[in-house]
């Protein structure tokens, strides 16, 4: 599927220009019908009845947790529909069983929802280990096979940086905690919209990443375990084999983990988005954001007074490209770009304190993050107006 064809789908875009992809991105309407005809059509609770309404809605539910793990090249393991990466990287920091001298290896970089559920640890006698990055955002291998030993119970990592776009090397930080006995999670929120991913290949544990931010609704997320290994963070309807006035069963499957009515028509369309970023081929989406993020680099790194976070190499990076203007503060240069020329932009500390901290930020970032339907002409029109913004300096 060809950008140009795409477009139609988003018709957001005929208003504005949208790099804010990083934070939430648009949902096509193909997304949207697929929702509203669960809605409309055959709207009833899964699992939990035998008449026509539940048995259809609740195959549509079961495909759609197929449709995404497909997507995700999971051929085994289990995965299981949250609210966001968030919740889904909290049920794993809750779930498994943690003791005292217990050690965890983090990074800077993450964001906050992948530190601060390891951070919270702390007060239980969890050791943190957190490995810093280079000076333009990449990461050595030999800190991790430092920092990572047979204490750490834990490995938890971005695949992909939402300030710095930095893709750090996850199959082979999953190596080194092979050799370990080290469980690896990978914060996917950042790559599972942007990159081919596979997590067999990968070899990680966990691996989360929200809707949202691939195209389909809010309020859903996925937390894949390579075994379902963690307890329920809920318990209630839905979750059980039986139930005694002693005691209950837990079922088996993504079940157990889906406590309560879940989101429906949310899982149904985050199915059918990933079946849209598979029409439209991870590859060639991949290579698209390659050529943007390309692009971009070079025009902001022609302008006097930017200054330009993260790894230089496209190859490096997905299309996160943060950056700031001598003398403006981020929430400034993006209130203009939104005035002047309608363009979207992402401007603060983007739940990465510590990272500001480090970098010496305190104000944060301009955030520019790209996806399938924008285009070189829309990155000639950001370079213009900052062109036009910097020249007055």
Not at 87 to 100: D, R
Not at 104 to 124: C, D, G, K, Y
Not at 150 to 168: E, F, K, M, P, Q
Not at 243 to 266: C, D, F, K, N
């Amino acid at each position: 599927m060809r950008n140009t064809e795409l477009r139609k789908d988003f018709p957001l875009l005929n208003d504005v220009i949208y790099f804010d992809n990083a934070a939430t991105s648009l949902i096509p309407e193909p997304v949207i019908d697929i929702m509203n005809e669960f809605e409309r059509m055959y709207r009833a609770n899964v699992g939990r009845g035998v008449h026509r309404l539940t048995s259809v809605a609740s195959q549509k539910y079961f495909n759609a947790h197929q449709k995404v793990a497909r997507f995700i090249g999971a051929d085994a393991g289990t995965t299981v529909l949250t609210k966001n990466t968030t919740e889904a990287i909290n049920m794993v920091a809750c779930g498994l069983k943690w003791s005292k001298g217990d050690s965890i290896v983090t990074t800077a970089i993450e964001h906050h929802s992948n530190f601060l559920p390891w951070m919270r640890l702390r007060q239980r006698g969890v050791g943190m280990n957190v490995i810093m990055p280079q000076s333009d955002g990449t990461f050595d291998l030999s800190d991790f096979e430092l920092a990572i030993n047979d204490n750490t119970r834990l490995v938890a990592v971005s695949h992909a940086s939402n300030v710095l776009g930095t893709i750090l090397p996850v199959k082979e930080i999953a190596a080194i905690c092979e050799e370990h006995a080290t469980r690896l999670l990978v914060d996917g929120a950042q790559s599972a919209p942007h990159l081919p991913v596979n997590v067999m290949d990968i070899g990680c544990d966990y691996f989360c990443f929200s809707g949202h931010k691939m195209l389909g609704p809010t309020g859903t997320g996925i937390l894949w375990m390579k075994d379902n290994n963690i307890s329920p963070l809920l318990v209630g309807g839905g979750m059980i084999e039986s139930v005694s006035i002693e005691e209950y069963t837990l079922t088996e499957g993504y079940q157990r983990h889906e406590a309560g009515t879940p989101h429906i028509a949310g899982m149904i369309g985050l199915g059918g988005a990933a079946e849209y970023l598979e029409k439209a081929g991870m590859n060639d989406i991949k290579k698209h954001e390659e050529e943007l993020t390309r692009k971009l680099l070079t025009g902001l790194a022609s302008l006097e007074h930017v200054h330009i976070y993260g790894p230089e190499n496209d190859k490096d990076r997905i299309g996160v490209v943060s950056f700031n203007i001598e003398g403006m503060h981020p929430h400034e240069v993006s209130h203009i770009l939104d005035e002047a020329s309608s363009i979207m932009t992402r401007s603060g500390e983007h739940c990465c304190q510590p990272l500001m901290k480090y970098l010496g930020l305190p104000g944060g970032t301009v955030r520019v993050s790209l996806y399938l339907y924008n285009t070189e002409e829309e990155i000639d029109l950001l370079l213009d107006t900052l062109e036009e913004l910097t020249r007055r300096l």
